[in-house]
Nanobody
Framework: QLQLVESGGRLVQAGGSLRLSCATSGRTFSRAFMGWFRQAPGKEREFVAALDWSSGDTSYVDSVKGRFTISRANAKNTVYLQMNSLKPEDTAVYYC???????????????????WGQGTQVTVSS
């Protein structure tokens, strides 16, 4: 089983930056999709960004393009989400997700992932 542990969420003012980390353990892999999703109170879980572990190809939801960057550290088996120019509407619990043994264009929906972390809270104050 693959374990995912998110960290880095906290309270930040609008316009600020945060970097979320997702540390993986329990399995080694060279091919995978890694994604970040978020869920605000009363709303459905929303795709934020994803990455093909082997190629580094990325995809983003339109609302974060130009502000968020997903990246990986292969040696650490860790994926990051750098979030800049944060807005109050970015407030949510952010979840890391993974699907192993795949490559190509990473999916932008939760059904495309079968491993999930517990989430980390990001709160952006206005």
């Amino acid at each position: 089983q693959l374990q995912l542990v998110e960290s880095g969420g906290r309270l930040v003012q609008a316009g600020g930056s945060l970097r979320l980390s997702c540390a993986t353990s329990g399995r080694t892999f060279s091919r995978a999709f890694m994604g970040w999703f978020r869920q605000a109170p009363g709303k459905e879980r929303e795709f934020v960004a994803a990455l093909d572990w082997s190629s580094g190809d990325t995809s983003y939801v339109d609302s974060v393009k130009g502000r968020f960057t997903i990246s990986r550290a292969n040696a650490k088996n860790t994926v990051y989400l750098q979030m800049n120019s944060l807005k109050p509407e970015d407030t949510a619990v952010y979840y890391c997700a993974a699907r192993l043994g795949v490559m190509g264009r990473p999916p932008g929906n939760a059904a495309g992932y079968n491993y999930w972390g517990q989430g980390t809270q990001v709160t952006v104050s206005s």
